[in-house]
């Protein structure tokens, strides 16, 4: 089975604190993805990557970047977090373009 | 936007079948018809995806209308461990990466 994995499942970050947010998968997909999921707006794309060191923005790329220096590992990274960055925060990860997406069980920041 | 419309929610009894209406008039030729479901605390899980047969797999039955303006999520034997909201997708096969999420159908199976 496709595991993904993030690196905590909750986080609790002051404003202004740089944060990162890790996501492993284990079955050498190419592409990879984070999204961030808030009530009433659903699940939004920030950033997905298709190869490593290949990256493309998403719907709501301001306030993030992401990093893929090595095929199995994606990382969010919140330069500066403000509150507005409060949300659950989706990895997932899909063999090719059009298969099927796998996520991680998510990852809650609170940004006090 | 979302290119599909579903209920906010339905119920169904434990055991019996639960169908999941969505609809998506402006559907292109090369979209394909993806259901995924979230339970509470968990991320995404696929489902099912189909172009314009009918499909199953262990999980579930998707049934797409001829015209394919609408399509039904069927899950056979209903269990608690189903109660999810369900998000139906349409997305062109190869060309995109996006998927756009509307708000899904908060299923709830009653004992």
């Known amino acids: 089975d496709v595991k993904v994995t993030q690196s905590s499942r909750y986080l609790v970050k002051r404003t202004g604190e740089k944060v990162f947010l890790e996501c492993v998968q284990d079955m050498d997909h190419e592409n990879m993805f984070w999204y961030r999921q808030d009530p009433g707006l659903g699940l939004r794309l920030i950033y997905f990557s298709y190869d490593v060191k290949m990256k493309e923005k998403g719907d709501i790329p301001e306030g993030y970047s992401v990093s893929r220096e090595k095929k199995e590992r994606f990382s969010l990274i919140l330069e500066s977090a403000s509150t507005n960055q409060t949300s659950m925060y989706l990895c997932a990860s899909s063999l090719w373009a059009g298969d099927e997406q796998y996520f991680g069980p998510g990852t809650r920041l609170t940004v006090t | 936007d979302a290119k599909t419309t579903q209920p906010t929610s339905m119920d169904c009894a434990e055991g019996r079948a639960a169908n999941l209406p969505c609809n998506h008039s402006?559907?292109?030729?090369?979209?394909?018809v993806y259901w995924y479901r979230q339970i509470h605390s968990q991320g995404p899980q696929y489902i099912i995806h189909?172009?314009?047969?009918?499909e199953t797999n262990e999980m579930a039955s998707l049934i797409i209308t001829e015209d394919r303006k609408s399509s039904t999520l069927i899950l056979p034997h209903a269990t608690l461990r189903d109660t999810a909201v369900y998000y139906c997708?349409?997305?062109?096969?190869?060309?995109?990466?996006?998927?756009?999420w509307g708000a899904g159908t908060k299923l709830i199976i009653k004992p």
């Open positions: 402006t559907i292109s030729g090369n979209e394909y």
């Open positions: 189909g172009l314009k047969n009918n």
């Open positions: 997708i349409v997305r062109v096969w190869d060309s995109n990466y996006q998927l756009i």
